[in-house]
């Protein structure tokens, strides 16, 4: 009874851990599985599960059951943090097939080989990794077939999951059960010991194979989210300029408000204004005005638009957000106009947006810091309050109108539109920092972090985008080197182990073998020779005057003599009479033969022995005394063949010899270089990219010959290098020639490093690229310059123009535009040809440069346009004297094949006062609107842009 209730308990117990083993492995092993995540390259319960039932029997099926339920059921919660009735439904599923295959796996095992095993004859090996991805088919058909009936894979990828889940299995097997035997195998004593043997090799190969694949595959993710990273950039660059053209409309806007000093703007003027503006940001909702209405003068402003919208009133919300009429306060600021005025939007009209404490912070905030200022994500009052979104709010001020200008943002238009196009690929959520609102979120789990992160400051307040990508995303950038690398690495470890298995098998019996011979003729010569002759080093004995009087096979077959060709020689005159081909070496220095006067053992890493065709034999020696009665009577000496160390030995040589002729002959300049930078090797191609010669240049360090300006980021690289931080980089910088020129390199450095880590030396390989730079400075050229006339052409003076408006509003100072244009040039191009019309134009800019600083830009726009830029200006005095300077250029005849001709210029002239906020459109536009005045003018004459 006693004995029944112990077993039941052992069994219990057993049963427990056979299930903690088998979620922990699992959970393990799935850590390294590719998305949708059911398939890894290796999954150690299918193993242990089998190995389990091979061992135990049928009695630890319910616990390979639970184990594998409770595995697959915690696998759907970690995924979404919740287990739905499908994730129930697929750990059943899984749970059946892993239960299915391990009762007739280890039903199938047990049948053909039999338990208790050893498991280390070749028969039964083999028969072991036959067997092994049979059985696995069971597991991978059933449930991938299952995981596709219930919609979790798609059928494309049916046959990927399948063969993944077929390996992962199979590869389990073959690692896990012969560890599983080292745990609880029998027989316990011969499975203890190979605990040392099996156990450990495979699990330290296990473990590097993992380190291995985790490092891969970093690389692979790093990689497949290139493209991810370029998407995320893109999606944010397009939410900036949607950003800030709302900022830019509504500045725009505000402008109808502020050249208006006297008369007020009507309802008619703001429809047509901002129909215009708005037509080239169909993302903006809506648009309007609120004036500041006093207490005092609500009832004449209500009254003014009673006449055009019936039953008109100022409203606010009540608690249940209903439109009421407004309570009486100091102040109002009823949405007056707005555009577009339809059903959904007339319904707003004269709600008073200070009514909202949101809203009339904003406004608050705007009147203050006099720009425009968001307001924070709010239920919109347009239909029923049901829609997500923000309002910009910008200040009117000192004009015949107070108020502020609002537009209104729907959130799931204007970021809507914008993230969809990406949202196979992308995963967006942006939210308002300070409230931590989300205005746009299709993120799967909140708690998840995005790999890509980037705030905006929109109308003063903080953005933050964070992108992630999508299932789609990882499925199509799959990579599968570093799977495969640990699945063929995982199937060596297998390999290996049953190797190991045959190997420490064999080994055992030998064992075991010696050990009873000894034991029963360990006294007996005959018994001797019968170890020995298994032995794999060669073993002879001799008598005090270094006569043969025993050989074993195996030193017979290395001296290439059979024993009776050396019994009853002299070993050493026989095979050991000269310890090179060109000198002898007499028996009394012969330390091996010398054992029987010194009674000390000798032992030679390193000793000639000769075979009987007459080749040596390089040898590893020990010899040692024998002693009778505590007197000499011999020596025994067993030796080894080395032949091959020494061979190995040659081989290094050479590729040493082969290592410096490469890099002497390489097409690149090679070099070895000290940790302290001085050159120690250096081939001949370096020395002709830099000047010197080879002695001259491993006199000098790199520091030396680096051109000044690039010699701290190379510093940086190598102090890197030598903080493991990196272990190779590339950058291109230019060396100091002997002749003092300079010459582009790029530069690809490495360190290498001893067994123990410590770094040795620097290994650099140095391309001369001066060719290429000089093409990149062509294409550079072509980019931003006009070909005719050699001046900067649109795309550089956008930059220029730019960086002029920055840097007047930061410095406070002012700056012209000019816009030129040839008078006539038309005609005299259709006339003369366009040859001539070349010659003219390049005359043109020409005179153009010699009016103008260095410090300022002159740019051919296109055609006979040019523009200039004058920067610094104290008044428009300073752009005034520089139009008549030009006149006066102008003035004078251009030769043209021969013939004189005279041509005007038409000049357009705005001035940027860093006071006013002016865009680079705006500022070209009123330059090109003062130009076209010059024309009408007469021209020939310049014009100053004025806004009235």
Not at 620 to 646: A, C, H, M, Q
Not at 725 to 742: C, H, V
């Amino acid at each position: 009874m006693i004995n029944t209730l112990s077993i039941q308990k052992n069994a219990v117990i057993f049963s427990l851990l056979l299930v903690i083993v088998y979620v922990i492995t699992g959970k393990l092993g799935l850590m390294l599985a590719l998305p949708p995540g059911y398939a890894s390259a290796i999954f150690p319960p299918a193993g242990i599960a089998i190995a389990a039932v091979f061992v135990a029997g049928l009695t630890v099926l319910p616990a390979i059951f639970l184990g594998s339920l409770l595995l697959n059921i915690l696998v759907g919660y970690s995924a979404g943090h919740q287990v739905e009735v499908t994730d129930v439904e697929v750990a059943l599923l899984i749970a059946v097939a892993s239960a299915l295959q391990a009762y007739l796996g280890g039903w199938w095992l047990k049948h053909k080989i039999h338990y208790p095993t050893t498991l280390d004859s070749p028969v039964d090996v083999v028969t072991f990794f036959i067997s092994a991805p049979v059985i696995c088919l069971i597991s991978a058909t059933i449930s991938v077939t299952g995981l596709l009936s219930l919609g979790l894979i798609e059928e494309s990828l049916f046959f990927t999951s399948w063969a993944s889940w077929w390996i992962g299995d199979t590869l389990g097997l073959i690692v896990m059960l012969p560890l599983t035997l080292v745990a609880i195998g029998k027989p316990r004593d011969i499975w203890r010991k190979r605990a040392l043997t099996i156990a450990v090799p495979m699990l330290i190969t296990f473990a590097l194979l993992i380190i291995t694949f985790v490092v891969v595959s970093r690389w692979e993710r790093k990689e497949s989210l290139v493209e991810f990273s370029a998407l995320s950039s893109q999606l944010s660059e397009q939410l900036r300029v949607r950003f800030e053209s709302q900022e830019a409309i509504i500045e725009q806007t505000s402008a109808l408000f502020s050249y208006r000093t006297s008369e007020k703007v009507t309802r008619q003027d703001f429809y047509h204004f901002v129909s215009a503006v708005k037509r080239g940001y169909p993302m903006t909702y809506a648009m309007e005005w609120a004036p500041k209405v006093m207490h005092r003068e609500r009832a004449s402003y209500v009254k003014q638009l009673s006449k055009e919208f019936k039953d008109f009133e100022i409203k606010q919300l009540n608690a249940q957000r209903k439109l009421v009429t407004s309570s009486d306060k100091d102040f109002y600021f009823p949405i007056t106009y707005i555009v577009p005025l339809k059903e959904s939007t007339r319904a707003i009209l004269g709600v008073d947006l200070a009514s909202l404490p949101d809203r009339k912070d904003a406004i608050q905030r705007a009147i203050s810091l006099k720009k425009a200022i968001a307001s924070p994500p709010t239920r919109l009052i347009i239909n029923d309050g049901t829609e997500l979104g923000l309002m910009l709010i910008y200040p009117i001020h000192g004009t015949s109108q107070d108020g502020v200008l609002s537009t209104v943002l729907r959130a799931n238009v204007f970021f809507g539109e914008l993230f969809k196009p990406f949202a196979q690929t992308v995963h967006a959520r942006l939210t308002d920092i300070q409230s931590g609102r989300y205005l746009y979120n299709d993120f799967a789990d909140n708690q998840t972090e995005g790999l890509y992160t980037r705030d905006f400051n929109f109308g003063g307040r903080y953005y933050r985008l964070d992108t992630s990508p999508t299932a789609l995303y990882y499925q199509q950038h799959r990579g599968w080197q570093s799977w495969n690398m640990l699945a063929v690495g995982l199937f060596g470890t297998g390999l290996m182990g049953a190797l190991l298995l045959i190997g420490t098998g064999y080994t055992a019996r030998i064992e075991n073998l010696v050990k009873e011979k000894t034991e029963e003729l360990k006294d007996s010569f005959y018994r001797f020779q019968e170890i020995t002759s298994t032995l794999g080093e060669g073993i002879y004995v001799t008598d005090i005057n270094g006569v043969i009087t025993f050989t074993n096979p195996k030193a017979q077959e290395l001296l290439g003599r059979s024993e009776s060709e050396l019994l009853g020689q002299n070993a050493h005159s026989l095979f050991h009479h000269r310890s090179s081909e060109e000198s002898g070496n007499s028996e009394r220095n012969c330390l091996i033969s010398n054992v029987i006067h010194s009674k000390q053992p000798y032992k030679s890493t390193e000793e000639v022995f000769w075979h009987k065709n007459g080749s040596p034999i390089y040898v590893s020696v020990n010899s040692v005394p024998f002693f009778r009665n505590n007197e000499i009577i011999g020596t025994l000496v067993v030796f080894d063949d080395i032949s091959d160390r020494k061979k190995i030995e040659l081989a290094l040589r050479a590729s040493e010899k082969s290592f410096k002729e490469i890099i002497e002959y390489a097409p690149i300049g090679i070099g070895i270089v000290s940790l302290d930078g001085r050159f120690t090797v250096v081939n001949q191609t370096l020395c002709n990219i830099v000047g010197y010669t080879n002695d001259e240049l491993i006199r000098r360090t790199f520091q030396e010959i680096t051109y000044p300006d690039d010699l701290s980021i190379d510093l940086e690289h190598v102090q890197r290098l030598l903080d493991g931080e990196i272990d190779t980089y590339r950058m291109e910088k230019r060396y100091i020639r002997k002749d003092k020129s300079l010459v582009w390199v790029q530069l690809s450095a490495s360190i290498f490093r001893d067994e123990d880590l410590a770094p040795q030396y620097f290994i650099a390989q140095i391309e001369d690229i001066s060719e290429r730079k000089i093409r990149d400075n062509e294409v550079h050229q072509h980019a931003y310059f006009d070909t005719l006339t050699k001046l900067p052409n649109r795309r550089m003076l956008m930059e220029k123009l730019s960086q002029a408006i920055s840097n007047s509003e930061h410095s406070q100072r002012k700056f012209a535009l000019f816009f030129l244009d040839l008078d006539h040039f038309k005609q005299i191009n259709d006339t003369l040809g366009h040859d001539a019309g070349d010659i003219i134009l390049k005359e043109a800019a020409s005179r153009l440069l010699s009016c103008v600083q260095n410090s300022d830009t002159v740019s051919r726009l296109g055609g006979d346009e040019f523009v200039i830029i004058l920067t610094d200006i104290s008044s428009a005095h300073d752009a005034e004297m520089l139009a008549e300077k030009i006149l006066n250029k102008f003035s004078e005849p251009i030769d043209v094949n021969g013939s004189e001709l005279f041509i005007g210029t038409s000049i357009g002239i705005a001035v940027h006062d860093s006071d006013t906020k002016t865009t680079m459109r705006e500022l070209m536009k009123y330059a090109d609107s003062a130009m076209y005045e010059s024309k009408a003018s007469g021209r020939n004459r310049y014009s100053f842009y004025t806004s009235t």
